[in-house]
């Protein structure tokens, strides 16, 4: 957007930019009004050698952003654990982790979407371990992004009741240092701390795309893991088709039934590949072992 200003040198209007997805750290380019030289004999434009800028350094732009110190107690009241030892939830998200890595890497895939069929499924707990469990890998940059615009519930597991609204950032009001936040050296949190209305139109406007490419630029991740709404519950998911490399399926043991699975496969079949499907709070039948768990 652009606002007549003027210039008190030249008595001139001068364009005023909005701070969109430019980051600090993104390299410039050059003006399209630069002065043309012409060749006197032909008259033909001369080319100059291109300005070379030096090379974005993602590292910079991960110190920039703003580091948690997380409440260990607090997420692990959640459900959230940042050391594997703490509890066997976490040696289970390890091995899922490995495993979605290996399937990711054989396609080049960065962006895997988290979805369930319906509400109550635990996905925003899948998508918040298994983002932290990446993160245990030291040479892995991942990052955590919430788009579950109208009911965004990741804020509240990582203890972040401050969030600021990913609209901003999604919209390209406000840069990325503005809006993410760290754990540790390489795990950036895209926290929402405010639902959006208009959350299928938000992720089909072409600023959207604009925001995932300025994130892949600029932080340039190893994997990329988005929580998202329920698929059968809004056209939300299947806005994003394109967007996303693959799904993620999480359904619960207590209340999915076999035929929600079946309308999601049929759902995302020729729009978004399905990874594989995590079977939440399954009931062990062991004998003597009869409980619910996470998985």
Aim: one cysteine or more; proline letters at 7%; glycine letters at 8%.
């Amino acid at each position: 957007m652009m606002s007549g200003e003027d210039d008190p040198r030249r008595g001139k209007p001068v364009a005023t930019l909005r701070p969109g997805h430019v980051s600090l750290f993104r390299p410039g380019q050059r003006l399209p009004g630069d002065t043309v030289t012409l060749d006197q004999r032909t008259g033909r434009e001369v080319f100059m050698t291109p300005v070379s800028f030096a090379p974005l350094n993602s590292a910079k732009v991960w110190e920039s952003i703003t580091e948690l110190t997380p409440d260990i107690d607090r997420l692990a009241g959640n459900g959230l654990f940042l050391d594997a030892e703490q509890h066997a939830v976490a040696r289970t998200f390890d091995m899922l982790r490995t495993r979605l890595l290996q399937g990711m890497a054989k396609h080049g895939w960065t962006r895997l979407a988290v979805t369930s069929p319906t509400h109550g499924c635990g996905k925003s707990f899948v998508a918040a371990n298994l983002s932290l469990s990446l993160a245990r890998l030291p040479s892995c940059r991942t990052v955590l992004l919430d788009l579950e615009l109208r009911a965004p519930h990741l804020a509240g597991l990582f203890g972040q009741q401050d969030a600021a609204p990913i609209s901003d950032f999604l919209s390209g009001d406000q840069p990325l240092e503005a809006t993410f936040r760290r754990i540790g050296r390489n795990l950036a949190l895209g926290l929402n701390g405010e639902p959006v209305a208009l959350a299928a139109e938000t992720l089909q406007d072409p600023e959207f795309a604009k925001a995932l490419e300025a994130l892949r630029d600029l932080l340039q991740p190893d994997l990329v893991v988005i929580d998202t709404p329920p698929a059968l519950a809004s056209d939300d998911v299947i806005a994003l088709a394109g967007q996303i490399d693959a799904v993620l399926l999480v359904t619960d043991g207590t209340r999915t039934s076999p035929a929600e699975i079946t309308e999601c496969e049929r759902l995302f079949d020729g729009r978004i590949p399905l990874l594989g499907v995590v079977l939440n709070r399954a009931q062990d039948m062991t004998p003597g072992r009869h409980r619910n768990r996470r998985r």
